[in-house]
């Protein structure tokens, strides 16, 4: 599988995440112009797109680029899904220069995610700490 991996989207290519997200109950009520506001406000953009500029797999970061950093978003096309993509894009964010010398790294994922994640060191013993939220 050949494919470019680009931290920009063309416009296009914001429509096509659009249609990712529509796919995943996570994510299937995200609208365009937020998506476009979101997109400028992550601090790094990772996109998988084919030689004919197709988007096929996506992530954001946002991170203060020293102590902490969320990854957003992991998600593959799914007809170029169980070919190793999910793997690569994990592997192009730990390694991203930006994120090499940042302290800790975090992300979301359900429970039969987290075998996945747990080879790039990921893990629930987080001690005392809790996840809080505040809705809308």
Not at 13 to 38: A, G
Not at 59 to 76: E, M, Q, S
Request: net charge neutral; glycine share 4%; charged share 20%.
């Amino acid at each position: 599988m050949h494919y470019q991996i680009v931290d920009n989207l063309t416009e296009n290519q914001i429509l096509e995440l659009v249609d990712l997200y529509k796919n995943e109950f996570w994510s299937k009520n995200r609208k365009y112009q937020d998506v476009v506001k979101m997109l400028a406000a992550s601090n790094i953009i990772i996109a998988f797109v084919t030689d004919s500029q197709e988007l096929i797999g996506f992530t954001r970061i946002l991170t203060d680029f020293v102590y902490r950093a969320t990854i957003y978003d992991v998600i593959i096309k799914p007809t170029y899904r169980k070919m190793g993509l999910g793997a690569k894009l994990m592997a192009a964010a730990i390694n991203h220069p930006q994120l090499r010398e940042v302290e800790q790294i975090a992300l979301y994922c359900l429970p039969e995610m987290m075998p996945f994640y747990q080879r790039w060191g990921f893990t629930t013993e987080v001690g005392e700490l809790r996840l809080m939220y505040r809705y809308l």
